[in-house]
């Protein structure tokens, strides 16, 4: 059993220890996981971050609170050996001591996770399917995805809180994760648009005209958006 | 049953939709078809001047919707060619003078007794524009080779479509330039049609002797000159009758256009 991350009930709420080694980035994307696997379970609880002396820059603390913060759960206080890792949180308004009796006081029992739980069925998410070109002057609103199969021109705009599949050429304006999510994406047959935002982020695209059009695939990257090969 | 009622469209203004109008009609008469013209521009009416009939102008629009006279009354042959009819837009009124629904009637009261109608729309998305495409069986989308003109072109592709009658909707380019497009300076036939995928009915050239026609009030069509505008009217015109008039080939594809037009200046020096 991976014992990498170990979550804990204390006084203040949860305590999750995080072993000093290892990718943050995998460590982080596995306590999302624990967490999500856990349905509601955690939702309202405040966190409490014991880091040993792994050094971390703000952003990624601000990274991981944003990712919980998304799933309701509140990053309160750091624990930390590093300066580094400790000046990063006290930018961020993270409280970094305990007193000593919040952490003795329920350490008797680690908390009991559930498995995550494995259900055959699908369910899909919820979705906006157009199948014709979307032409100057329509606008599309969807809390899910939206699949156009067909062109999305320039003066189109389609506004979605999940991802935007477009199966033709997307030259107009598109705005994925638009209630915050920045793991939303945007695909197309030919990536053109006038505008492109995902989450906060947005961009324009290149202009450059002697490109071959390639299916393309914008997600959010190293804090900007980027283009990649759609496949 | 009867005439098909054709709305000659653009969104964008100045065009060319009262230009196409009078010369697709005096060219669409002169095949043998007896044609109506309706001038849904109210208030700012000119294509009586183009076809040169102002100065026939008794009745109008207007006055054959508000009962003040008989349609007949207001219609104005055009005595150039055999069966061609112009209804004049009236000039002090304004376009709300004017419903869909009279537009409707207006044309199925035309229907049994023409072969076309012609209906000149008004620029805008507005009333104006509402009221040209109410009665329309199909819809003739006049664009320039110019990314605005395009622009709203969608556009009104948009609204048609959005209409739910699934009217047939096709496309002419005009006022192309084959230099301009050669060196990239102006859109190519490709890449309009790229944007807008519509069939496309015929690429108008930039021809001066249009401006000179209409400000003769003569459309160029009417007496077989051989200008490159008129022929690319007249081709126009005989698709409209369903005859096989060569455009897919020679026009979709890249240069095609400068091969037809080259073809066309030719012909018209010959
Ligand atoms: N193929 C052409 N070559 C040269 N000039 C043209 C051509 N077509 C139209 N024009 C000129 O462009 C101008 C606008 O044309 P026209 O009045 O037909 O446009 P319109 O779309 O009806 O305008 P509006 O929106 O104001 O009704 C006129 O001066 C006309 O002579
Ligand atoms: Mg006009």
Known sequence: MDDSITLKGIK????????PDGRWSDLTGRLITLIDGQGSFFRGAQVTLSLGPRELRRHELANVRKQLEERGVILKAVLSDSDATLDAARKLELRT???VTELVEEQSEALELRPPPIDPEEYGSPGVMVKRTLRNGRTIHSDGHVVVVGDVNAGAVIVAEGDIIVWGRLRGIVHAGAGGDESAVVCALHLAPTQLRIAGYITISPDDKQRKPRPEKALVRNGRIEAVAWE | MGARVITITSGKGGVGKTTATANLAVALANLGKKVVCIDADIGLRNLDVVMGLENRIVYDLVDVVEGRCKLRQAMIKDKRVPDLYLLPAAQTRDKTAVSPQDMIALANQLRGDYDYILIDSPAGIEWGFRNALAPADEVIIITNPEAPAVRDADRIIGLVEAEGRKIP???VINRAKPDMIRRGDMLSVNDVLDILSTPLLGVIPDDEQIIVSSNRG???TLDNQKSPASEAIRDIARRITGAKVPI???????????????????RSRA
């Open chain 1, 97 to 99: 001591t305990l007193h």
């Open chain 2, 248 to 266: 897919g080939e020679l026009e979709r594809k890249k240069g095609g256009l400068f091969r037809r037009l080259a073809r066309l200046f030719r």
């Open chain 2, 169 to 171: 909707t096709s496309l």
């Open chain 1, 12 to 19: 203040e709420g949860l305590l999750v220890t995080v072993k």
């Open chain 2, 218 to 220: 003569s459309p160029l």
